[in-house]
């Protein structure tokens, strides 16, 4: 009779287990068991209590005949509501004990809840963006900070000015964001390089992750000389790790070392162009350091593009100025196609820095300085002191300045803010203003009226010392002080947070006999902000 299948496989089994007993290579009868348990589980021959050891009966398989895999599909549809759950509360969702799982999705349903969970984390994404600086900012900055630490110690204070850094920031961030104008001095020191450049990292970092394509180069920063190129370029060296590359052209470095591959293909009939080295076009810098006149130079050879540039930087406006290159950085401007962001690092002392500023900025605008003192925080802001004898002409005198100021912003709707000492002498102001050939309409709460003439349309704002808020000084870019405070440090308040969001301003100060004790601190504020004194100030 012929032996069965089953009898076959027991004779073999004893054949090699005799073999390997009889072998050197012979293991132990534990270890053989171990060896025979685990090909069996390879093999997939188990019986049901030994599948039982591995999973569980769940409602979708009561009989656990899949044990424990799911279908094709169910796996996506879990994993889109585990992160929708996530993305809507911030944390993982814990599952209870108790808790029964649902029967497989419907295809609607898991592409609805796909949908959610990509929706809900760009949202959550873009948060964290524009809510604080990310951790990549953060690491750009140690990056420089380690960088520059052991020649000069100045490491720690590139954290120091982070109040400074996070209105950058915030402002260069933005969803729309605003040109800034940094008035601290003549060029920018090495802490606002350090943040300015990281902010751009964070913003390249960004983008990518959102999926965006980041032109090069991304920033072009434009500075007066080779020497501050080459600080500029020492700071953004220590970012070439993390993925950001910088390349700098100035007059020290010859054309033929700064030309692009591009330009050598399509151009060779050129004489400077036969030895040209491929560098620009290879590396495809996000960071360009650049002189304006190296830059014009190689932007009219086509060695490179900045049509697509993102973010301009202008450091040393005034020195630019001083050069007679200012006409440069208007070519450069309308070489860039679109609307860049545009930061400017100047010195606020020359008049004609306001006229080329307001040319090259938007209207809306951040003031930033690093330092705390007056005139940074204060500049393009004119001071006016008239002199009123006594108390009494102070409305006649009021109308004359409001009259002044009509005329000088003809033809153009302005605001005015009138700040009195209190809120009595605001309404007794407020209702005793009746111009000449003007129409004065008053506003039903009292501390407000228009102005209309043929000249123009003046806003005016009455608003007393005691509920003078700083965000409602910031909205004017004209202020009219009808009673000095008896303290200078309050009249540097209001002085420092008119026009924070436009180029110019003017403050306008009634001075009469009451307010001598302030006339010395009065003048060498004045003085300090190369305003002009009155010769009354002087004679006092």
């Given at each position: 009779m012929a032996k069965g299948d089953d009898a076959l496989a027991r004779k073999r089994n004893r054949v090699r287990r005799k073999r390997m007993r009889s072998s050197e290579n012979a293991v132990s009868a534990r270890v053989a068991a171990i060896i025979a348990n685990k090909r069996r589980r390879k093999s997939g021959k188990r019986r049901g209590c030994e599948g039982m050891c591995f999973s569980l009966p769940t409602p979708d398989d009561p009989f656990n005949e899949r044990h424990g895999k799911k279908r094709k599909g169910e796996?996506?549809?879990?994993?889109?509501?585990?992160?929708?759950?996530?993305?809507?509360?911030?944390?993982?969702?814990?599952?209870?004990?108790?808790?029964?799982?649902?029967?497989?999705?419907?295809?609607?349903?898991?592409?609805?809840?796909?949908?959610?969970?990509?929706?809900?984390a760009e949202t959550e994404e873009g948060g964290v963006d524009f809510d604080r600086p990310s951790k990549f900012l953060v690491v750009c900055l140690n990056a420089i900070r380690d960088a520059v630490a052991p020649e000069d110690g100045g490491g720690d204070s590139i954290h120091g000015k982070g109040d400074w850094g996070v209105e950058l920031w915030r402002s260069c961030s933005a969803p729309a964001p605003s040109d800034v104008l940094d008035t601290s001095g003549s060029c920018s020191t090495m802490e606002q390089t350090a943040w300015l450049v990281s902010t751009a990292c964070d913003i390249v970092a960004r983008k990518?992750?959102?999926?965006?394509?980041?032109?090069?180069?991304?920033?072009?920063?434009?500075?007066?000389?080779?020497?501050?190129?080459?600080?500029?370029?020492?700071?953004?060296?220590?970012?070439?790790?993390?993925?950001?590359?910088?390349v700098s052209l100035h007059p020290g470095a010859s054309v033929e070392h700064q030309i692009s591959g591009y330009v050598l293909f399509h151009n060779l009939c050129h004489p400077i162009l036969i030895a040209a080295f491929i560098r620009l076009k290879t590396c495809e810098p996000e960071f360009l350091i650049a002189t304006p006149?190296?830059?014009?130079?190689?932007?009219?050879?086509?060695?490179?593009d900045i049509s697509s540039v993102s973010m301009l930087v202008i450091d040393g406006l005034k020195c630019f100025l001083d050069l007679n290159v200012s006409e440069k950085i208007f070519s450069i401007r309308e070489a860039i196609s679109g609307n860049p962001q545009i930061t400017i690092f100047t010195d606020p002392s020359d008049k004609n820095i306001a006229t080329i500023a307001r040319n090259l900025l938007r209207e809306k605008i951040t003031k930033l300085a690093i330092n705390d003192s007056v005139s940074s925080r204060s500049a393009f802001v004119t001071q006016h002191v008239?002199?009123?004898?006594?108390?009494e002409l102070k409305a006649s005198k009021v109308k004359e300045i409001l009259e002044q100021i009509l005329r000088s912003h003809a033809k153009k709707s302005s605001k005015v803010l009138l700040v009195a000492a209190s809120n009595k002498k605001a309404q007794l102001l407020s209702s005793s203003l009746k111009l000449e050939n003007c129409t004065v309409t008053d506003d039903p709460q009292g501390n407000s009226f228009t102005i209309c003439s043929s000249v123009g349309l003046m806003n005016v704002l009455v608003k007393d010392r005691e509920n003078l808020a700083m965000s409602d000084v910031e909205e004017f870019e004209t202020v009219l002080v009808v009673d000095l405070p008896p303290s200078v440090d309050e009249y540097v308040e209001i002085l420092t947070g008119v026009a924070r969001q436009t180029i110019g301003g003017e403050v306008h100060s009634i001075f009469s006999n009451t307010d001598a004790p302030i006339t010395k601190p009065l003048a060498e504020l004045l003085a300090n902000c190369s305003q002009v004194v009155p010769e009354f100030l002087k004679k006092l």
């Open positions: 796996d996506s549809a879990d994993e889109a509501e585990d992160a929708a759950d996530v993305a809507k509360d911030g944390n993982p969702k814990k599952k209870d004990a108790n808790t029964k799982k649902q029967p497989p999705a419907k295809a609607g349903a898991k592409t609805k809840s796909k949908a959610i969970c990509e929706r809900a990518e992750r959102l999926g965006m394509v980041v032109s090069c180069p991304f920033l072009l920063y434009l500075v007066p000389s080779q020497e501050k190129a080459a600080q500029v370029r020492s700071i953004c060296k220590p970012l070439k790790p993390l993925g950001i590359h910088s006149e190296r830059l014009l130079e190689l932007v009219s050879l086509k060695a490179i008239h002199l009123c004898p006594s108390e």
